[in-house]
């Protein structure tokens, strides 16, 4: 009998997902999901969903310690991670400036 296979591209890196993204429009596939952890990447989770890619994030559970550590971890595989934050923190900073703005317009 066919095979059922699924493939979770887990990454917060911005280049591999535009590869995957570019792959896929080549060989669609209903069977592919893109993954973050919840909290990282969150801007690369949001532009996946408004292409319609399927997208999970992964919420860490356990002691603070425990996902402390664990977090740690991921940030320490990824050497691009400062830059990263940067961009999320831009992107933050850009929110919050917009809705700020829209309060004293009048």
Known sequence: GEQDVRITIATHNQDSIFK???TLKSQPSTNVRFAQINGLGDHLSLA???QDAKVLKLLPCGTVDEVTAWLIRRLEENNVAPHRVQTES???LGELWWRTKRLFVF
Do not use: D, G
């Open 90 to 92: 831009q992107l933050i």
């Open 48 to 50: 996946l969903a408004k």
């Open 20 to 22: 995957a993204l570019h």
